[in-house]
């Protein structure tokens, strides 16, 4: 176990009640020993690290100067959020972080009353807070009180259309709420985009122009006498420099930039600013992901997600594996199809690394596109690119092609465009819990006229899938893939194409077949092996294909055995959906077929490990076993012997 740091004033914090009798110098000092313990927690259970280094001056000075729970921080993405749930009552429990039946990873509301709102994807801080604010104007109540709303947001957050659609309705109402834009150039990736050049410009200029934004910003909360004068400067200073007009455009008083990791700039204008704004507010502050660790701060993602580490060497403690991970076969494949064939492109929207398309990037910069925080566009940029005769692959993450769905469905998937969606985490993911799931793209995908969804069983046949949806031109074409390592088969040299909507057997067997789409496969080997031993033996098929479905590989499974069992990697609604919509279409129903869906389960999952959240989902070996024995009547014969 890491050694744990001294923390004498952090020690006497239980709440943030608990800062208040402290004077700045001794906030100074707290923020030190709160980044020491973040760094030490950290350690032991892995998870967001430099995110939350870079604001522990900030949660430091928010929660000496509002009075949370009454006052609603809201942290964006919320991955920040480690030295804010260390402050708020929960320390003795900040080591089960990411952990079964542990703190999540993220803010949530079920978790703390310090959590006004629960968060773990991007750009929703400011529509909540205005939620907030707006609520607390008409007299809502919540136990806390209702009083200031702080949405606390990245500069990577707020290149997303939802911020801004936020920041112009907030303007537009003109309610008294405070936006705190963390400014640190980086987001997961570097952040990409002309508003980062905007905001590294707004602070490139030293003390003449942190003097024009400070004029520019704070002429609103100066004493009567003064602000005729401050309104001239600012006028003035307004000729010879951009500052803060793009947010005053929006309705909102600008201050900043300020350093973010210096109390005696943070803690005075929090406070005037609490004390004195009438609307709405923009501080703009800048800080350093990965602020005081210096393995973080060296580190190319400046420590954004780590596993355990060694806290003087930064060395990460991650097990061994001889298999590939399946992202990077598919970045691998995909580069070895874009050294062929100059029309094979590639989007993603700022997971360069997680998807793998940072080596795509490398050897191909002029035809990899990181689009920043923005699925929707990221998605019709695609469609542009396939309209226009590219090749394009759209590689994200199943949870957040989420927030780009109506641009699947109206820009790509009506007008037949051959976009190709990589779709990277699919399946229960671990530690980052329900809200990083990729429980529905298997649903949400197939029931969309002329989409081809399929799915991976093992890394070999990601290749093989990567190379098909190249070759696909006929309409927009999914397939998906877990997080992780494969499952160590033997590789081909390069993918091959697949005929389209043709699954393939594995093995022949009697009375039962199971029908796996995805990775379960794996588990439904396992739980044959089972089976054999009591004299069963199933018939076991890869479908390959959620849509189109081999109708003639079901059809036949059906006829041949007593029963069928589907399994798969996502929710109600997916592939065991229209196997039965298939069969019932086809009156096999009436025919005595025994027929069963193994699905995720109606419910959202908490973190844990991926193998504890499929225990949970009952969509392991064991659970398959069950199954077969089960629909087969075998448990009921042996229970009433």
Same mark, same amino acid.
């Given at each position: 176990?890491?050694?744990?740091?001294?923390?004498?004033?952090?020690?006497?914090?239980?709440?943030?009640?608990?800062?208040?009798?402290?004077?700045?110098?001794?906030?100074?000092?707290?923020?030190?020993?709160?980044?020491?313990?973040?760094?030490?927690?950290?350690?032991?259970?892995?998870?967001?690290?430099?995110?939350?280094?870079?604001?522990?001056?900030?949660?430091?000075?928010?929660?000496?100067?509002?009075?949370?729970?009454?006052?609603?921080?809201?942290?964006?993405?919320?991955?920040?959020?480690?030295?804010?749930?260390?402050?708020?009552?929960?320390?003795?429990?900040?080591?089960?972080?990411?952990?079964?039946?542990?703190?999540?990873?993220?803010?949530?509301?079920?978790?703390?009353?310090?959590?006004?709102?629960?968060?773990?994807?991007?750009?929703?801080?400011?529509?909540?807070?205005?939620?907030?604010?707006?609520?607390?104007?008409?007299?809502?109540?919540?136990?806390?009180?209702?009083?200031?709303?702080?949405?606390?947001?990245?500069?990577?957050?707020?290149?997303?259309?939802?911020?801004?659609?936020?920041?112009?309705?907030?303007?537009?109402?003109?309610?008294?709420?405070?936006?705190?834009?963390?400014?640190?150039?980086?987001?997961?990736?570097?952040?990409?985009?002309?508003?980062?050049?905007?905001?590294?410009?707004?602070?490139?200029?030293?003390?003449?122009?942190?003097?024009?934004?400070?004029?520019?910003?704070?002429?609103?909360?100066?004493?009567?006498?003064?602000?005729?004068?401050?309104?001239?400067?600012?006028?003035?200073?307004?000729?010879?420099?951009?500052?803060?007009?793009?947010?005053?455009?929006?309705?909102?008083?600008?201050?900043?930039?300020?350093?973010?990791?210096?109390?005696?700039?943070?803690?005075?204008?929090?406070?005037?600013?609490?004390?004195?704004?009438?609307?709405?507010?923009?501080?703009?502050?800048?800080?350093?992901?990965?602020?005081?660790?210096?393995?973080?701060?060296?580190?190319?993602?400046?420590?954004?997600?780590?596993?355990?580490?060694?806290?003087?060497?930064?060395?990460?403690?991650?097990?061994?594996?001889?298999?590939?991970?399946?992202?990077?076969?598919?970045?691998?494949?995909?580069?070895?199809?874009?050294?062929?064939?100059?029309?094979?492109?590639?989007?993603?929207?700022?997971?360069?690394?997680?998807?793998?398309?940072?080596?795509?990037?490398?050897?191909?910069?002029?035809?990899?596109?990181?689009? *920043?925080?923005?699925?929707?566009?990221?998605?019709?940029? $695609?469609?542009? =690119?396939? /309209?226009? #005769?590219?090749? !394009?692959?759209? +590689?994200?993450?199943?949870?957040?092609?989420?927030?780009?769905?109506?641009?699947?469905?109206?820009?790509?998937?009506?007008?037949?465009?051959?976009?190709?969606?990589?779709?990277?985490?699919?399946?229960?993911?671990?530690?980052?819990?329900?809200?990083?799931?990729?429980?529905?793209?298997?649903?949400?995908?197939?029931?969309?006229?002329?989409?081809?969804?399929?799915?991976?069983?093992?890394?070999?046949?990601?290749?093989?899938?990567?190379?098909?949806?190249?070759?696909?031109?006929?309409?927009?074409?999914?397939?998906?893939?877990?997080?992780?390592?494969?499952?160590?088969?033997?590789?081909?040299?390069?993918?091959?194409?697949?005929?389209?909507?043709?699954?393939?057997?594995?093995?022949?067997?009697?009375?039962?077949?199971?029908?796996?789409? *995805?990775?379960?496969?794996?588990?439904?080997?396992?739980? $044959?092996?089972? =089976?054999? /031993?009591? #004299?069963?033996? !199933?018939?076991? +098929?890869?479908?390959?294909?959620?849509?189109?479905?081999?109708?003639?590989?079901?059809?036949?499974?059906?006829?041949?055995?007593?029963?069928?069992?589907?399994?798969?990697?996502?929710?109600?609604?997916?592939?065991?959906?229209?196997?039965?919509?298939?069969?019932?279409?086809?009156?096999?129903?009436?025919?005595?077929?025994?027929?069963?869906?193994?699905?995720?389960?109606?419910?959202?999952?908490?973190?844990?490990?991926?193998?504890?959240?499929?225990?949970?989902?009952?969509?392991?070996?064991?659970?398959?076993?069950?199954?077969?024995?089960?629909?087969?009547?075998?448990?009921?014969?042996?229970?009433?012997?």
């Amino acid at each position: 176990m890491t050694d744990r740091p001294e923390t004498p004033l952090l020690d006497r914090v239980v709440s943030p009640a608990d800062m208040k009798p402290l004077s700045d110098a001794e906030l100074r000092r707290l923020a030190d020993e709160l980044r020491a313990e973040t760094i030490s927690a950290v350690s032991e259970t892995g998870g967001h690290l430099g995110a939350g280094l870079g604001v522990v001056e900030l949660t430091v000075a928010l929660h000496a100067v509002f009075e949370a729970p009454r006052d609603k921080i809201i942290w964006d993405v919320s991955h920040q959020s480690y030295p804010h749930k260390i402050l708020t009552g929960r320390r003795d429990r900040i080591r089960t972080l990411r952990q079964k039946d542990g703190l999540s990873g993220f803010t949530k509301r079920s978790e703390s009353p310090f959590d006004p709102f629960g968060a773990a994807h991007s750009s929703t801080s400011i529509s909540a807070a205005l939620g907030f604010a707006v609520a607390r104007d008409l007299g809502g109540q919540v136990p806390e009180g209702l009083g200031d709303a702080i949405a606390v947001i990245g500069d990577g957050a707020m290149s997303a259309g939802m911020a801004f659609e936020a920041m112009n309705n907030a303007g537009h109402l003109k309610k008294r709420m405070i936006v705190i834009l963390n400014d640190n150039e980086m987001s997961i990736a570097p952040p990409v985009g002309a508003l980062s050049s905007y905001l590294t410009r707004l602070y490139s200029g030293a003390p003449f122009h942190q003097f024009k934004a400070a004029a520019k910003g704070a002429a609103s909360f100066l004493p009567p006498p003064f602000k005729e004068g401050a309104k001239r400067a600012k006028e003035i200073l307004k000729g010879i420099a951009v500052g803060g007009t793009l947010f005053e455009e929006l309705g909102f008083s600008y201050i900043g930039p300020l350093d973010g990791h210096d109390m005696t700039q943070l803690l005075p204008v929090l406070r005037t600013v609490k004390a004195r704004a009438t609307g709405p507010v923009l501080i703009h502050v800048v800080t350093r992901k990965g602020k005081g660790y210096a393995p973080a701060e060296s580190a190319s993602d400046k420590g954004h997600a780590t596993a355990k580490f060694h806290v003087p060497s930064g060395k990460q403690v991650k097990a061994p594996s001889n298999a590939p991970s399946y992202t990077n076969v598919f970045a691998q494949e995909l580069v070895r199809l874009a050294a062929e064939d100059t029309r094979v492109c590639a989007v993603t929207a700022a997971m360069p690394d997680g998807t793998g398309l940072g080596l795509m990037a490398e050897r191909f910069p002029s035809r990899c596109f990181d689009v *920043g925080i923005a699925e929707q566009h990221g998605v019709t940029f $695609a469609a542009g =690119l396939a /309209a226009a #005769g590219m090749r !394009p692959f759209c +590689a994200m993450y199943s949870t957040f092609l989420q927030r780009g769905y109506d641009q699947v469905v109206h820009d790509v998937a009506i007008q037949r465009l051959p976009v190709r969606f990589a779709i990277d985490r699919a399946g229960l993911v671990g530690a980052d819990g329900a809200t990083h799931a990729g429980s529905y793209d298997v649903a949400y995908m197939a029931n969309l006229p002329g989409m081809v969804v399929m799915a991976a069983a093992d890394e070999a046949e990601l290749k093989h899938m990567v190379a098909t949806a190249a070759a696909h031109d006929d309409g927009p074409i999914a397939f998906r893939y877990p997080r992780g390592e494969g499952m160590g088969v033997e590789m081909p040299e390069k993918g091959e194409v697949l005929e389209i909507g043709k699954g393939r057997m594995i093995r022949e067997g009697g009375r039962v077949a199971i029908l796996s789409f *995805g990775t379960r496969l794996g588990e439904v080997l396992k739980a $044959a092996e089972a =089976l054999s /031993a009591r #004299g069963i033996s !199933p018939t076991i +098929a890869d479908a390959r294909f959620a849509k189109p479905l081999d109708r003639d590989l079901i059809l036949r499974l059906a006829r041949d055995h007593e029963a069928l069992i589907t399994i798969e990697e996502g929710a109600v609604g997916g592939f065991g959906s229209h196997v039965a919509q298939l069969l019932s279409d086809e009156g096999v129903f009436d025919q005595g077929l025994k027929y069963r869906s193994m699905v995720l389960p109606d419910i959202f999952i908490d973190q844990a490990s991926p193998a504890d959240m499929y225990a949970v989902a009952k969509l392991g070996a064991a659970d398959i076993e069950a199954r077969v024995l089960d629909v087969l009547g075998v448990e009921r014969l042996e229970k009433r012997a």
